[in-house]
């Protein structure tokens, strides 16, 4: 079994910068993909972006593509998420996502693992 906890949500300005960290505990999966979503009130959840086991390879949603970076460090068993240019439609709990699968997928069915969630909140 993987626990993800994720941490570094808080509440920040518009045009400001916040970095998410999710850290892994259990069973190693650093061969596995791993992603963020996030859940904004009242909407369904939605994919924000996703890397491969190497770090190599990286998928991103429209809405945030040159804004947030993802990376991991699998000798620290811990996927970020570097967000600039935050704007308030970015306010939502954001959730880590991990399975062993290699493939890179943006659909959150194909993620076995998930955190508890942190939220972000940013104002206008």
């Known amino acids: 079994q993987v626990q993800l906890v994720e941490s570094g949500g808080g509440l920040v300005q518009a045009g400001g910068s916040l970095r998410l960290s999710c850290a892994a505990s259990?069973?190693?999966?650093?061969?596995?993909?791993m992603g963020w979503f996030r859940q904004a009130p009242g909407k369904e959840r939605e994919f924000v972006a996703a890397?491969?086991?190497?770090?190599?390879?990286?998928y991103y949603a429209d809405s945030v593509k040159g804004r947030f970076t993802i990376s991991r460090d699998n000798a620290k068993n811990t996927v970020y998420l570097q967000m600039n240019s935050l704007k308030p439609e970015d306010t939502a709990v954001y959730y880590c996502?991990?399975?062993?699968?290699?493939?890179?997928?943006?659909?959150?069915?194909?993620?076995?693992?998930w955190g508890q969630g942190t939220q972000v909140t940013v104002s206008s």
């Open positions: 996502a991990a399975d062993r699968g290699v493939v890179v997928f943006t659909n959150g069915t194909k993620y076995d693992y």
């Open positions: 259990g069973r190693t999966f650093n061969s596995g993909r």
């Open positions: 890397v491969s086991r190497s770090g190599g390879t990286t």
